[in-house]
């Protein structure tokens, strides 16, 4: 398996431009996760989906952001508009399980956003 | 959300152990500990996680306390390459569902 597959790498926009950002999870699992880094905040899961349902957005800064998951293989982050502050790093993890039990998550290489 | 505590730096020799603590007291009965690790510019990875017993796997071994309030990750034998920052999850279970909510970690560093 390719793994969790992010994309665009790195991202450059002007403020005000909408930015998309996916993530093709690894086939057969059921959660997706969407967190952000920054030096000042670390990393922060901003939602979190299972079987394609959004179950904890309450990580999501503000309305200009949304995520949607279509289908089991893939998702969609989405700043609109972006600002300077939303530069970070953009994390997509995926993991296959639903309660107790093994939640081996794993993430993709992540997407470099740069608003200037 | 139980929280975890690391110490914000580390550092070790090149082909000693590496052991790293991490403070969860108000863990519950029912929360497992995981580890990941960050090598730089890269996606978190998995190490291992238990939840009362001790763990042990190709990469590492994971010691938990009998109050479950504190564990160690061991590295055996470590090398330039596990030098990343390495963090201590405690895994929250709300509602049915799993997530894991990371805190600052502890950054490793291993050198010759």
């Known amino acids: 398996d390719a793994g969790v597959i992010q994309s665009p790498r790195h991202e450059v926009t002007e403020m005000g431009q909408e930015v998309t950002l996916r993530c093709k999870p690894i086939s057969g699992h059921n959660s997706l996760f969407w967190y952000r880094q920054t030096m000042m905040r670390g990393l922060e899961l901003l939602i979190y989906?299972?079987?394609?349902?959004?179950?904890?957005d309450s990580g999501m800064p503000e309305d200009r952001f949304s995520a949607k998951m279509p289908n089991a293989s893939f998702s969609t982050l989405k700043i609109q508009p972006s600002e300077p502050r939303d530069s970070a790093v953009y994390f997509c993890?995926?993991?296959?399980?639903?309660?107790?039990?093994?939640?081996?998550?794993?993430f993709g290489q992540g997407t470099r956003l740069t608003v200037v | 959300d139980a929280k975890t505590t690391q110490p914000p730096s580390m550092d070790c020799a090149e082909g000693r152990a590496a052991n790293l603590p991490c403070n969860h007291s108000?863990?519950?009965?029912?929360?497992?500990v995981y580890w990941y690790r960050q090598i730089h510019s890269q996606g978190p990875q998995y190490i291992i996680h238990g939840l009362k017993n001790n763990e042990t796997n190709e990469m590492a071994s994971l010691i938990i306390t009998e109050d479950r309030k504190s564990s160690t990750l061991i590295l055996p034998h470590a090398t330039l390459r596990d030098t990343a920052v390495y963090y201590c999850?405690?895994?929250?279970?709300?509602?049915?569902?799993?997530?894991?909510?990371f805190g600052a970690g502890t950054r490793l560093a291993v050198h010759p």
């Open positions: 993890a995926s993991s296959k399980d639903r309660g107790f039990g093994n939640t081996e998550a794993f």
């Open positions: 989906f299972n079987n394609n349902v959004p179950i904890d």
């Open positions: 999850i405690v895994r929250v279970y709300s509602g049915g569902y799993n997530k894991l909510i």
């Open positions: 108000t863990i519950s009965g029912n929360e497992y």
